[in-house]
């Protein structure tokens, strides 16, 4: 089977760094993405990574181990509006094809 | 705006009808996937499109599921016979053609059924 565990809940205070971390182990692998949702709203793509390390866009940073079947996202310098949800997917097959979500995350950002 | 769209927004139904959702992708984007989430999961994949081709399907939809994109240009979800069951939040996503082929996700239409 397929399978993607990320911790259901996080806090963190404004201007702290915090590291969500996500395994999977699924049949097949062909990248990991990180998407950001708020309540109410569709996701929104934040990271991809398809070979291990870090992946590095502004605040964001993703992190990525084949071997292990590991990534982390790691958010620096928090702010209140990053408060939401921080969902782990794989594609399995080639590029183009389904995504298989985690349950997401949901990260409180307290001043 | 140049992002997916998604109507109705919000839909109320009562078990045993028929609903059915639009998505209009994204211009230049030829794949279209289609997902449900419900509270407190994530997404879950229901299937996929390549063009006008239908390339993938989960499990998940049953036969009381259909979508269609005939021309390759927006897509529509048809739930017949609605059941307590599908009331979820039905996402619509498109991706490029090349890249990382990241999916780009449409504000979703809520269902109902009461």
């Known amino acids: 089977g397929q399978n993607i565990d990320q911790p259901t809940e996080m806090t963190a205070t404004e201007g702290a760094i915090v590291q969500i971390n996500c395994t999977y182990q699924?049949?097949?692998?062909?990248?990991l993405f990180w998407y950001q949702q708020h309540a109410g709203e569709a996701p929104t793509f934040l990271s991809y990574n398809v070979l291990d390390g870090l992946e590095e866009k502004g605040r964001f940073s993703s992190f990525l181990s084949r071997s292990k079947g590991y990534s982390y996202l790691l958010l620096k310098e928090l702010q209140m509006k990053d408060s939401a949800s921080y969902l782990c997917a794989v594609r399995r097959t080639q590029a183009g094809t389904a995504l298989i979500f985690g349950k997401g995350t949901t990260l409180s950002v307290s001043s | 705006d140049t992002g997916v769209s998604q109507n109705p927004r919000h839909k109320i139904t009562k078990r045993g009808q028929n609903v059915t959702f639009r998505c209009d992708p994204i211009s230049e984007h030829n794949r279209l996937y289609w997902y449900r989430q419900t509270l407190g999961q994530g997404p879950e994949f229901l299937t996929y499109f390549q063009n006008e081709a239908q390339l993938e399907k989960s499990r998940l939809l049953s036969d009381r599921f259909s979508a269609e994109r005939p021309k390759g240009s927006f897509s529509t979800l048809e739930i017949q016979r609605t059941e307590q069951g599908d009331s979820a939040m039905y996402l619509c996503?498109?991706?490029?053609?090349?890249?990382?082929?990241?999916?780009?996700f449409g504000p979703g239409t809520r269902l109902t059924v009461t």
């Open positions: 996503a498109s991706s490029p053609t090349q890249g990382a082929f990241e999916q780009y």
């Open positions: 699924t049949s097949g692998f062909n990248g």
